[in-house]
């Protein structure tokens, strides 16, 4: 099938869950045969350098077609929607250069179909007269109603997320019947979607996996004892959050019972609110780096905290398929279905989170318990191939193949 890609951001992996599902998404079409072109929003043409772009490039056989869309412009355009009624995440990444350019493609370049990635492509991919499938990846109504729960009452956050949440839930109940076909990254995705869309005819879950070959256990790696790591991009709130929330509240804690111990926070982006764990002797942050890998085959505990999140967390999979002992929030076990106990140890608040922490650390037996059962667990449910052979065949059921 000759597919049109349309995505908000350069996929490339393995950098973040958004870029590396894309990614994956790419790279298993093409094997299954599929010719590829990609339209795609970039912040800047720097985003284009030819060594970051040409694994991505190999995979589009009908080319790469970016469309700039600077960080400024996207704030422009949520300001404008304020009185409108489109949700402020869609609204953001409204571009005529982009809609001229997908309706250029399709009327020029023989598709057959169109995937459109993520709810704020959705508008690009409608009308161009080519049967259309959606990766939501995430139900974005139930991720902005966690974060009008968590704001402080009466807060700007909470009136945003408020309004944020009522123009979300109406635009994805629109969506129902206009996509031959629809995925999430969950489960509980999928629920929620089909709730609201009567049904949710050709909605399907199709979870994110691992790629084994990079992410696997290195019995060579020695792990520090008393290390525990958060890994994610801190300039995303429930990332910062997490990780300010175990700085600051569980980090002492664990500190008192096991004097030695400190964290691994690992990711770029952090705002100036993580300053107080950045500065903390305990806390080594190295930023953004290529490979998180070492950092959390090094540790004895890696987190995933997260208390506002939809779909399934690339970090803690990865975490398992890396051997490392997770303690996670309730929300992110609940969402790869992993057992408390069994799996991982699940925690909700910073005294429970510290007390699992301490668990682990004072019981390198039970971390490699957990470890060996959720090794198991992320083998056989979370493979990239399977999810691919998923969306190959609800692509090709566009065409009725």
């Known amino acids: 099938m000759k597919l049109l890609v349309l995505c908000p951001i350069l996929p490339h992996a393995p950098v973040d869950g958004d870029r590396m599902r894309a990614w994956h998404w790419l790279r298993l079409l093409k094997a299954r045969g599929h010719q590829l072109g990609l339209a ?46 489109e949700p402020f995440n869609v609204a953001a990444y409204s571009s005529p250069a982009m809609r001229r350019l997908a309706q250029g493609l399709a009327a020029s370049r023989g598709f057959e179909a169109v995937l459109a990635y993520r709810l704020r492509m959705a508008p690009y991919a409608l009308g161009l007269g080519l049967p259309a ?10 991720y902005a109603l966690q974060r009008y729960e968590q704001a402080s009452p009466g807060s700007l956050a909470q009136a945003y997320w408020g309004v944020e949440q009522g123009r979300l839930m109406g635009y994805e109940a629109s969506l129902a019947g206009r996509f031959g076909a629809s995925f999430t990254n969950g489960e509980g995705d999928r629920r929620y979607l089909a709730s609201l869309q009567a049904g949710g005819p050709g ?7 691992v790629d084994f070959d990079y ?22 709130a429930p990332n910062w959050q997490a990780a300010l929330e175990f700085g600051q509240a569980s980090l002492p804690r664990v500190r008192r019972a096991l004097p030695g111990a400190h964290l691994f926070l690992v990711g770029g982006g952090a705002p100036k609110a993580l300053a107080p764990v950045l500065e903390d002797r305990a806390v080594l942050a190295p930023g953004f780096v290529p490979d998180v890998r070492p950092w959390v085959q090094r540790s ?43 799996h991982l140890l699940a925690a909700d608040g ?7 922490v301490i668990r682990l650390l004072k019981d390198p037996g039970l971390g490699r318990s957990l470890a060996a059962e959720a090794l198991g667990f992320v083998r056989q449910g979370y493979d990239w191939d399977k999810s691919g052979a998923l969306l190959d065949a609800g692509l090709r059921s566009l065409k009725g193949v």
Not at 41 to 53: G, I
Not at 133 to 142: E, P, T
Not at 350 to 356: F, H, I, K, N, S
Request: net charge positive; charged share 20%.
């Open 350 to 356: 910073p005294q429970a989170v510290a007390e699992a």
């Open 40 to 85: 795609c929003f970039v912040r800047s043409r720097a985003e284009l350098d030819p060594k970051r772009t040409a694994a991505l490039r190999g995979l589009l056989s009908e080319g790469l077609h970016p469309v700039v869309l600077p960080g400024w412009r996207i704030k422009a355009n949520a300001a404008r929607a304020f009185f409108g009624r």
């Open 215 to 236: 992410h696997h256990p290195d019995e060579a790696q020695p792990r520090d004892p008393l290390a525990v790591c958060f890994v994610g991009q801190l300039g995303y």
């Open 133 to 142: 499938a959606l990766d939501y990846c995430d139900a974005m109504s139930a």
């Open 300 to 342: 004895a505990v890696a987190l995933c905290t997260v208390r506002t999140a939809t779909g399934i967390q690339n970090k803690l999979l990865e975490a398992m398929a890396l051997g490392t002992p997770v303690v996670a929030s309730p929300l992110a076990a609940r969402a790869v279905g992993a057992e408390d106990g069994r």
């Open 203 to 209: 909605l399907s879950s199709l979870p994110n996996g």
